[in-house]
């Protein structure tokens, strides 16, 4: 539970700076649903992968990793 009220804080205060995978996509860290903007809406749609696996889509593992430790989180 404290690693999900990190993730949300982690979320919350993000400046949301524009990063690059290997093969040179751009995402944003924390912009779980891909708006360009790291908002509340990615802390609900993270949190909910979690409750509901498989009902919702995060098209950017990378942008999930929202400490960077090399996990969604």
């Known amino acids: 539970m404290r690693k999900l009220i990190l993730a949300i804080c ?3 205060c993000s400046a949301g700076s524009a990063q690059y995978v290997p ?3 751009r995402f944003i860290r924390g912009d779980i649903d ?3 903007q790291v908002c509340l809406g990615d ?3 993270l949190l909910y992968s979690f409750f ?3 009902r919702v889509e995060i098209e950017c593992a990378d942008a999930a990793d929202v400490n960077d430790d090399g996990r969604i989180d």
Do not use: H, K, V
């Open 23 to 25: 093969n040179g996509t």
């Open 10 to 12: 982690l979320l919350a």
């Open 43 to 45: 802390s609900i749609r």
């Open 52 to 54: 509901y696996p498989g």
């Open 34 to 36: 891909n708006d360009t």
